[in-house]
């Protein structure tokens, strides 16, 4: 495998490196260090390829130039706010009620770098919930499941219960979109298909 072929992935997400073993790539993790926080009037998809390219930036500081990097930022949005992990009960049963019989926006921003050249893509999925009670969100918290989770549910999990339908990648809702990975890797020289192929 050349050096450029041995991917690192900066991400610090359990859930996007198990999307990314689905592509049959080795790779390594290298977390970055940046600051998360949206700035003023920033808006979702603005917010997403910022954190990413950032990502991407500091994660090459680490790793050098000649590593290929994948970073990716996901944000779950409803009526273009950007929402992030609840701090608590409260805060995690007003964003589900705020979903509740509605949909809202998953926003996912992919970087993909090598030397000189980036590139990169935001893909949205959008996701309907349907109708649920003050009780269910309540009880939704009390599972421990929505503290990490930006939007405060897992679709890949128990809350995946709320999901009426999903218009787009249902693998960008987790926190990696597949399809658009791949062709990206592919414009690198990855392909994940051959990379799977047994020996």
Known sequence: MQVMDKLVLGSESPRRATLLRQLGLPFDVVAPDIDE????GELPDVY?????????DAV???VGPARLVLCADTTVTIDNEILGKPADEAESTAMLQRFSGSTHQVLTAVTVSHEERELHRVVETIVRFRPLTLIECQQYW???EPADKAGGYGIQGLG???VESVTGSYSN???LPLAETALALRQFGIDCLKSGQRE
């Open 160 to 162: 995946a219960i709320f």
């Open 48 to 56: 997403v390829s910022r954190m990413a390219r950032e990502k991407a």
């Open 142 to 144: 009390r599972t421990g």
């Open 173 to 175: 809702v987790v926190g």
């Open 37 to 40: 926080a949206a700035r003023p």
């Open 60 to 62: 090459r500081q680490i």
